[in-house]
């Protein structure tokens, strides 16, 4: 079926304001990933749900940083009091058990952009 | 600290070379390493590769992993101009759960 959809594809917005990235996997897969990519660098972990919970969140780089995914499929990766050094593409990333043999398919990203 | 370290950064050559890209790794718990080619955006998916000396192959493009002397190399034959892409390589690890750690990417431009 579809693959991974990020919407928006680019989100530009002021310093100190609140934005949300929305992610759909494709269908069925149980693991879902964020990861955020700045220019010239290769893409760096955020989080990881199995399912609806937070597995492993370790990578989110301070408390402005928030995710969900109520029902185990659509996440949104939420970001309060933003500000220019979180500017980067983020990645969301999909795999059908999370586990050893469960290689990730990502999205286009959303480059977000804070000014 | 988990440390993916890709080599060379760039890499410049003309259509028809042979390339060899490098992944080498330090890390616990290494469960799995694989290989994405990232073009504008979306990184897609090459190979996975978790034993020793088994050669990976798709094409002209083929990969191994050494698990003793810890790197990865993918090889491009007979390179084309379509061939030009960041190489991303990344490690699978367990520490509590599965994640990815990611390497800086070898960037790859061939010249027609």
């Known amino acids: 079926g579809a693959g991974v959809s990020q919407t928006p594809s680019n989100k530009v917005t002021e310093k100190g304001k609140y934005v949300e990235l929305r992610c759909d996997p494709i269908s069925g897969h149980t693991a879902l990933y964020w990861y955020r990519q700045s220019l010239g660098q290769g893409p760096e972990f955020l989080i990881y749900f199995q399912g609806t919970g937070a597995a492993d969140d370790s990578g989110l780089p301070n408390d402005r940083f928030f995710a969900v995914r109520p029902e185990g499929s659509v996440s949104t990766l939420k970001i309060q009091r933003t500000e220019r050094g979180d500017s980067a593409v983020y990645l969301c990333a999909s795999s059908l058990t999370g586990g050893l043999n469960s290689p990730l398919h990502f999205g286009n990203g959303t480059r977000l952009t804070v000014t | 600290e988990d440390k993916v370290v890709q080599s060379p950064l760039s890499l410049v050559v003309h259509e028809g070379d042979t390339v060899t890209l490098n992944c080498s790794y330090e890390?616990?718990?290494?469960?799995?390493l694989l290989w994405y080619k990232q073009e504008k955006k979306a990184p897609t998916f090459l190979f996975m590769l978790t034993s020793s000396g088994i050669e990976k192959k798709s094409g002209r493009l083929s990969s191994i992993l050494d698990k003793k002397e810890l790197f990865s190399i993918l090889n491009i034959t007979a390179t084309q101009t379509g061939d030009s892409a960041v190489y991303l390589c990344a490690v699978g690890v367990t520490s509590g759960t599965y994640k990815y750690i990611f390497g800086t990417g070898t960037r790859l431009k061939v010249l027609a």
């Open positions: 890390v616990t718990n290494f469960r799995s």
